[in-house]
């Protein structure tokens, strides 16, 4: 059954989106999957919108049109800028892309770990965006293996947050957690503190040296911008796309798929219960 509220954000955000099912609901900010106005009933859902609480749990609007407006003015292939914002009885909605292809958590989910070699070039995509979103002093602060997405193109970041004091320090750290998760199976939390070689051994030294510091504590030597993590990340070579193009087409990369998605499942509750710790 739809509740009213849901009733009245359909027909406030229907010029933009067709609203669908409710995707999650939690302290009071609710997201529904949606579809564009132009997308056939049988496509995938292309938009997400997110109803935030009332100021001053969640956002104002005014807060929201100027995060999207700063969002907009940067043209970047890794970065998908909010579609529109609005407001509904005192609370804002905003409404999101979802680009083509898989978040990275589900790509964990159906691997466990990923290839060295795709794990740099979805690192160096990433941190190629956030170079371009902190020359304009703008912060992603919602980066984690859900809010980037793989397609045959690269790598696309999604779903900004909003929280006004996050840092490029904060987005940095997220970067080495991405890191870490990609290729150890597990967030850096549920780890423990041992180098990354230890559970990864043909990691190159280098990129040891980078994930730690991008992980390391506040007083201890870390990163301060994304162009020295791209100093680092620009020198292993490049990886095409076909690998991610064939597992968003289906096809299994060889043996063992159920394996894999046993394990991956594991990943994708150490995750969230990671994810849960730090909240």
């Known amino acids: 059954m739809t509740d009213s509220l849901t009733l009245r954000l359909r027909l406030a955000v229907a010029s933009a989106a067709e609203l669908g099912e409710e995707e999650a609901a939690t302290g ?3 997201v529904f999957l949606a579809r564009a106005r132009t997308d ?19 956002p104002t609007r005014e807060a929201l049109v100027r995060r999207t407006d700063q969002l907009l003015v940067l043209t970047h292939p890794a970065i998908a800028a909010p579609i529109a914002t609005g407001e509904l009885e005192g609370r804002a ?9 898989i978040p990275v958590l589900q790509r964990l989910a159906d691997r466990g770990t990923l290839p060295l070699r ?20 703008l912060t992603h602060g919602r980066l984690w293996a859900g809010t980037v997405m793989l397609d045959r193109r690269g790598t696309v970041l999604t779903s900004f947050g909003l929280v006004a004091d996050a840092t490029p320090k904060d987005d940095l750290h997220a970067l080495g957690a991405l890191a870490w998760e990609m290729l150890v199976g597990l967030p850096p939390q549920a780890a423990g503190s041992w180098p990354l070689r230890t559970y990864r051994p043909s990691a ?28 680092v990340l620009d020198h292993f ?4 796309p076909e690998p991610i193009a064939d597992f968003l087409d289906g096809v299994a990369a060889g043996g063992g798929r159920r ?9 994708t509750l150490g995750s969230l219960l990671g994810r849960l710790r730090g909240s």
């Not at 938009?47 to 009332?54: C, E, T």
């Not at 070579?237 to 095409?240: A, C, R």
Request: hydrophobic share 40%.
């Open 118 to 137: 795709e794990a740099i070039t979805i690192l160096r995509d990433v941190a190629r965006a956030l170079a371009a979103l902190h020359r304009r002093e």
């Open 28 to 30: 009071g900010r609710r």
């Open 237 to 240: 070579p490049p990886l095409t």
């Open 204 to 231: 190159p030294a280098d990129l040891e040296r980078l994930v730690g510091g991008l992980l390391s504590r506040d007083g201890e030597p870390r990163p301060g911008r994304a162009e020295e993590v791209l100093d």
């Open 259 to 267: 394996s894999r998605r046993r394990r991956g499942l594991m990943v």
């Open 40 to 58: 056939t009933p049988e496509a995938a859902p292309s938009r997400r919108v997110v109803l935030h609480p009332a100021a001053p749990d969640g």
């Open 93 to 101: 909605w905003i409404i999101d892309p979802i680009p083509p292809g």
